[in-house]
């Protein structure tokens, strides 16, 4: 079986790296955009660190605002292992991405041992428009979670008409079931407002840890943080430790510089500034659309090369056919995860190995 | 390859050998001069004072903790790059990659993690594998975590209790035992907002001392080298000072290790009620064995403190500079980041010099350890300057000119001539940390000893020569010369390796299962995770 092509053309894995190789030396302006275990990140931004290179998570878009709460603003943040055994009063914000669900659901059947109650109030603060859905609203009504909502309201403007309401100030539309939450905030030890990344309006999650910071004052109360894919948060913070920065960072001169727009590998493809386009992802589902007439060098988990892909190199996907190291929202942190199917197919921390040593020094 | 280090001064305070000799390094270790051999290599040291790799026992390089400081704080890092010399943080080493060459420029060669969370173990031992060059270590955090705190409640036999701290110190790959705040995390989740020893967590009915004993007496009983590593209550308020002697005054001849002392220094004298009870801490560390601290110098700047201590952290929201914190109420302790510029105020100022009179008012340098608590009082960058004032009274005096006088004024600082000689500065940042840590292969220039070197160009500019190593030899191998990263290598992680018993296995099994829905493995790791070779090396147990 193949599992490298020059073109169309199926080579030994050794040429498309040395093909690979050579497209990478020559370019002037290489970007790289990723998905990968954290193995696989390491070598991504060690590989960016030598070619001078700038590198993206493949989903930086959504990243950006969850990056940014942290960047820009902070906040109060608890564990999912702290919410699961302590959280007597939950509040799901909005949507959650479907890969939290299950963790979320499992909540309702736990008990809140820490507080040693039994049984917790469930809430939810959704917009007030159409808009997608994973799922959530049938999943807040099987926990029989209280809405929290205002006419014709977005989230974000709900997050607020939510911290006005409770601060006791004056709003002019207002928060259907809202003496309902302020009654069980009350009587809650330790309340946790769950959320993930509002991509639309971005200061609603400053707001929200505005909320929880006002409700600090005088009681308990935290948040969770769920992001929008784990394996992208990963990358993340395994950025921020190799690099002191998050993704949409370069090399422009050897060290380091995080710039969200100058590094936006998308704009880069779009404006032509960049010449050469890596891209690196095992996700059965990624989808990758050369940009124009810009080469592209594609590491993807696939039996086929890559379509107008200069050279495609299979790789293995982490979990899966092999051994990895990932970030789980169900613990909040990483954790060491055994190949579900391992099979023989390159890893990208391997390839991305033998790409830097075909490089010429 | 035969290396031999000629013409330089050797300061070796264990062997009892200072003075002019030669060295010899073969296969990444101290040897006695080969007979009949020639060096391969031979470096002329003339000039040069010759000292065991420093090891920092007190240094926040790497966790969850750390690494959110980073994406909390981008900014620190960028000002950096084209404004060296003026901007915050200009030379803190916030990547892991720059951690690792800027201790090992310094001549470190060993550095502890002290505040590694159990569930974060994984995460830690990742970035400790990416810092380079040096050895790394960790100290696990218990004390505010439900699964200790329970078995404390109930009383649990002694036995049951060193089962668990073993098969912590086993699953988190750790080099001992650190207690944070104890019991004052987890009163803080039920909104407990002040918290001292003998306070007592409300869901357990258990006290802070209570804690602090029962882990003591496990990692003595254990045989843990480094005693149990306390972080005490009450860090850095005002009247602090009652706190740490009570927590001292605890050890009742069982050893124990008090972090970052300087920030317990602190008294209610004075027009703004915060005073020096620096003289006071340090008569009383002289007169108990069983103790020995680390400082937490306050030096001058921005920094960003980093915290186990969420009750501490949580109340220093206010002093965020700039304006932006993040608080983690985790499983067991969680974490605080705040970051804050210590300013030659009143306030500064004072804690600048309760730091410096805890170092020269301890007699024992076997006992003083040199720390910043890297980035709390100052980032590592600063420790040159800190050998300069240590070493030099007209340093020091320099200094105190810049600073707020009514502060000094409350504190002896003045009235101290002490100067550490390099023997004392070799005892403090070499032999003494090795021997507490039970590193016997470090920390001394012996026979057998492994060969972690630095290589200092003596000069009078004290904090030049500290600042750039001559030479570095990490195991032997060249990594540094003229203050230049010249060969990167990896490191390890030193470890102790107890045995778990199977039956706190059993049970660690079934409490993950039933607490937290998921297994054990969830929360556990095997050293293949951290993909380098040999990531760990083991240290032994006393016991």
Known sequence: MSVAWVGSQAVPLSDAIQHAAKLLASSRCPVISFDADVHGTRSVIALAEKLGAAYDHVRGRELLNEIALFTQYGGMFTTPGEV??????????????????????????????????????????????????????????????????????????????????????????????????????????????????NPEEPTSLAMLQGLVSDLNRSKRASSLFLPSDDAAWGAVLTSVWMTGFP??????????????????????????????????????????????????????????????????????????????????????????????????????????????????? | MLIRLTGGEIIDPVNGQSGKRDLWIQDGFIVDKPEGERADKTYDLSGCIVMAGAIDIHSHIGGGNVNTARL???????????????????????????????????????????????????????????????????????????????????????????????????????????????????????????????DVVPAYGVSSRKIVKTLQASVNRLGVPHPLHVHANNLGIAGSADTASVTIDATEGVPLHLAHLQFYGYGTEGKRKFSSEAARLAEQVNNNPDVTIDVGQVMFGQTVTISSDITRQFLAIGNANPKKTVIIDGDGNGGGIVPYRYKKNFYGSLQWAVGLELFLLIDDPWRVFFTTDHPNGAPFTSYPELFELLMSRDAR????????????????????????????????????????????????????????????????????????????????????????VVHLRWGKALRLKPTPDKAMVRRMQAYHEERYGLSLDWFTFPDSAIQRDEPFAEVSCSS
């Open chain 1, 84 to 197: 699961r055994r302590r959280a007597d009063l939950i509040v799901v914000i909005g949507d959650i991405p479907a890969s939290h669900h299950d963790m979320i659901l499992s909540w309702a059947s736990a008990p809140a041992d820490l507080t040693g109650k039994q049984s917790r109030s469930w809430f939810h603060l959704k917009a007030n428009r159409p808009s997608g859905d994973t799922g959530m609203n049938k999943h807040a009504l099987k926990v029989g979670a209280v809405s929290l909502s205002a006419e014709g309201a977005s989230l974000g403007a709900a997050v607020a008409l939510l911290r006005a309401g409770l601060a006791g100030k004056r709003t002019a539309i207002p928060l259907a079931n809202l003496d309902s939450l302020k009654t069980a905030l009350a009587d809650a030890e330790f309340p946790v407002f769950v959320f993930s990344g």
């Open chain 1, 247 to 361: 993704p949409r960072t370069g090399f422009p001169n050897g060290a380091p510089v995080y710039d969200p727009q100058r590094w936006d590998i998308q704009r880069m493809l779009r404006e032509k500034e960049a010449d050469l386009h890596l891209w690196i992802s095992a996700s059965d589902g990624a989808s990758l659309s050369k940009r124009g007439k810009i080469p592209l060098v594609a590491l993807a988990r696939t039996r086929n090369p890559v379509r107008s892909a200069a050279v495609t190199i299979c790789v293995a996907a982490p979990g899966i056919d092999h051994d990895s190291v990932i970030y789980s929202s169900r613990i909040g942190t990483f954790r060491a995860e055994r190949a579900s199917a391992p099979s023989d197919m390159p890893e990208i921390a391997g390839v991305i190995r033998q790409l830097s040593e075909a490089l010429p020094c």
């Open chain 2, 72 to 198: 909390l704080l981008p900014e620190q890092h960028a000002a950096h790059l084209p404004r060296p010399a003026d901007t915050p943080l200009s030379n803190a080493g916030w990547s892991t990659f720059t951690t690792g060459c800027l201790y090992a420029q310094m001549g470190f060669t060993t550095v502890v993690e002290p505040a590694m969370s159990p569930y974060n173990a994984l995460h830690t031992h990742l970035e400790l594998a990416d810092i380079p060059i040096i050895d790394k270590a960790t100290l696990t955090i218990l004390g505010n975590d439900d699964f200790l705190l329970s078995l404390i409640r109930d009383k649990t036999s002694s036995d049951m209790m060193d089962d668990y701290v073993a098969w912590t110190l086993a699953s988190t790959h750790s080099l001992g035992v650190k207690v944070i705040n104890a019991g004052a995390a987890a009163a803080f989740k039920e909104n407990v907002r002040a918290f001292s020893f003998d």
């Open chain 2, 397 to 484: 005096d320099a200094k105190t000119a810049e600073l707020n006088a009514s502060a000094l004024e409350l504190t002896t600082l003045g009235s101290l001539r002490r100067e550490y000689t390099l023997d004392e500065i070799a005892i403090m940042t070499r032999a003494a940390p090795a021997r507490l840590l039970g590193l016997k292969d470090r920390g001394h220039l012996g026979s057998g000893a492994i060969a972690d070197i630095a290589v200092y160009r003596r000069g009078r500019d004290i904090a030049g020569m500290f600042r750039e190593a001559a030479l570095v030899f990490k195991n032997g191998e060249l990594v540094v010369e003229n203050g230049k």
